[in-house]
């Protein structure tokens, strides 16, 4: 190339250059704006203990302290809730699909309404927890300790109760069709108007007569 040709082609080079760090900074001040919007709605919720329709998509709050939390309507999909402490919190009609609340507490806590479908609650120690109208479709709840859990009118569909603790639950109303409630104990749960064809239960289950399964209900 000769010189004089390089010369003209240096504006053009200059100019690509620019917009090329300009492009760069761009993205780079909106994932921070991303990262600041979600540092403040956690920080406020540290603070406060609520974050009511407050937007957490997919944070980490593993192992935070939530007891009596406020968090209607927040929208924790795909958040890591992993031994979090939700004892007597409020997550009315709150938005928890495929959140990871594996091994947390959530007993004592409202979650009427909310959708946590796809959710994994594996091992959750949920004595009196209120799931009324909950969407809990394809929710892993194997191992869950949920006495006297308020599950009236939720969707159940393909969720597994395998080996939970369900003692005096209430399931009046609910939805069931490929629901696993093999090795559950259903001593004194309550199925009334509840639509038990779709249950799946086996010798391993205690049924509420405390027989055991596959469960008879009339």
């Known amino acids: 190339m000769k010189p004089t040709r390089f010369l003209v082609l ?33 920080d406020r919720l540290f603070s406060t203990n609520a974050c009511v329709d407050c937007d957490l998509k997919g944070a980490d709050l593993a192992g935070w302290n939530l007891l009596g939390a ?24 709150a938005r928890l699909v495929e959140a990871n609340l594996r091994g947390a507490v ?49 969707d159940l569909s393909r969720a597994s109760f395998k080996d939970a603790d369900l003692y005096e639950a209430r399931f009046l109303f609910a939805q069931m069709a ?13 199925f009334s108007e509840a639509e038990t064809s779709g249950m799946w239960t086996d010798g391993t289950t205690t049924c509420p007569d405390l027989r055991p ?3 008879v209900f009339q």
Do not use: Y
């Open 10 to 42: 240096i504006p053009f080079l200059v100019t690509g250059l620019m917009l090329g760090v300009l492009i760069a900074f761009s993205g780079e001040a909106t994932g921070a704006s991303l990262n600041r919007a979600q540092t403040e709605n956690r």
């Open 70 to 93: 406020d968090l209607r309507r927040a929208d924790l999909s795909g958040a890591d809730l992993r031994g979090t402490f939700l004892t007597g919190a409020s997550l009315q009609d």
């Open 106 to 154: 959530i007993g004592g806590t409202v979650m009427s309404g909310a959708n946590l479908q796809g959710s994994d609650l594996a091992g959750v120690n949920g004595n009196r927890v209120t799931l009324t109208q909950a969407n809990l479709t394809g929710v892993d709840l194997s191992g869950a300790l949920l006495e006297h859990a308020n599950l009236e009118g939720a």
């Open 178 to 190: 490929e629901t696993n409630f093999l090795g559950a104990n259903l001593h004194e749960a309550d």
């Open 213 to 215: 399964g596959p469960c």
